[in-house]
């Protein structure tokens, strides 16, 4: 087959592809009708409908503002002072699953609010990671997404840039990823980098932010920061014994929200604490009851303006 061939051959699959998707999604035919018409198996209409949604041609959209509509979520926004709360259902079997569902509400909450102008930062963690992977494929004007956290990996997950540069290749935006180790071994060597006219300009970016995506992590033996290498377990226990619940932006937080102090902040490259709170519209993402410690001490430090969180642990919130 020559190229012209294969190119006539793709463009005439496409256009199959949204015919089928046109007479299920527009007209209202059942997948039996369609494939009467068309002269194919109702397997194959199946099929049409899933490689339409996978290519792009059907891009199915929810208002993220639907899952803020609940008893539960003013509730939440009364008792916390958000001005939004997402909830969604807690009808999974697995906590995977759950959490998968929680970042597709993110997902389409956070789309909902971004604006034309906007400067996006973007965190790094389990439930970021599958926010940005179900973020809505549709363009923002003149959007600007910022890493705030520098770059770490881990067996489990994609890089700490990975976040970022998939929502803004989905929106169409401008990238702005951070160029530095999120930790270093040596706090004169942090100062230094930060120091260096790159990363000081990417630094810099973060006062321009106007909407933030974050998570929270926790403190378990099992937690991110130690698969990832940026703490040993030995160091958690010595950061729980300080009184640490959750680590928020690769910093530790206490049950009220405050930094607890040691020298690895010193040896972070991210944003600060303070300068979180400063932006404007910021998401929290959170989901699970083994979390609630850490989230609460998010919300009592003030670090989010909206919260998407699953049914169950926002009612457990709430007692």
């Known amino acids: 087959m020559t190229t012209i061939e294969a190119q006539a051959e793709d ?3 496409a256009a199959l592809l949204s015919n089928v998707a046109v007479l299920y999604y527009k007209e209202g035919l059942t997948q039996s009708e369609i494939s009467k018409r068309i002269g194919v198996s109702r397997a194959s209409v199946v099929n049409y409908l899933r490689q339409a949604r996978d290519t792009g041609i059907v891009d199915i959209r929810i208002e993220g503002s639907a899952f803020a509509s609940t008893g539960l979520s003013r509730k939440l926004c009364q008792k916390f002072g958000l001005q939004d ?4 259902p807690s009808n999974c079997e697995t906590v995977a699953d759950q959490t998968r569902l929680v970042a597709q509400v993110s997902g389409m909450a956070m789309f909902d609010l971004l604006q034309p102008h906007d400067w996006l930062g973007v965190s790094w963690g389990g439930t970021v990671q599958l926010t940005a992977n179900s973020f809505p494929n549709r363009p923002v004007a003149d ?15 994609a890089s700490a840039e990975d976040c970022t540069i998939q929502i803004a290749r989905k929106t169409g935006a401008r990238c702005y990823t951070l160029h530095a180790p999120a930790l270093l071994s040596d706090e004169a060597l942090a100062e230094k980098l930060r120091q260096e006219p790159v990363i000081a300009q990417q630094l ?13 992590g926790s403190i378990d033996d099992d937690t991110l920061m130690v698969t990832s290498e940026m703490a040993t377990k030995s160091e958690l226990t010595q950061f729980r014994q300080r009184g ?16 607890v102090d040691h020298d690895l902040n010193k040896r972070l490259i991210g944003i600060e604490l303070d300068e979180l709170r400063k932006v404007e519209t910021r998401m929290f993402v959170a989901n699970g ?6 989230v609460l001490a998010v919300l009592h430090g003030g670090y989010a303006t909206h919260l998407v969180i699953d049914e169950a642990s926002g009612k457990e919130l709430l007692s």
Request: hydrophobic fraction near 40%; include cysteine.
């Open 85 to 88: 709360a997402y909830i969604a």
């Open 11 to 13: 463009l005439s699959h």
């Open 143 to 157: 959007l600007s997404v910022c890493q705030i956290l520098g770059s770490m990996s881990s067996p489990d997950l």
């Open 204 to 216: 810099d970016r973060f006062k321009n932010l106007t909407k933030v995506l974050f998570s929270i």
């Open 244 to 259: 640490a619940v959750g680590i928020l932006c690769g910093r530790y937080i206490s049950a009220d929200g405050q930094q």
């Open 289 to 294: 009851d083994r979390k609630l410690d850490a």
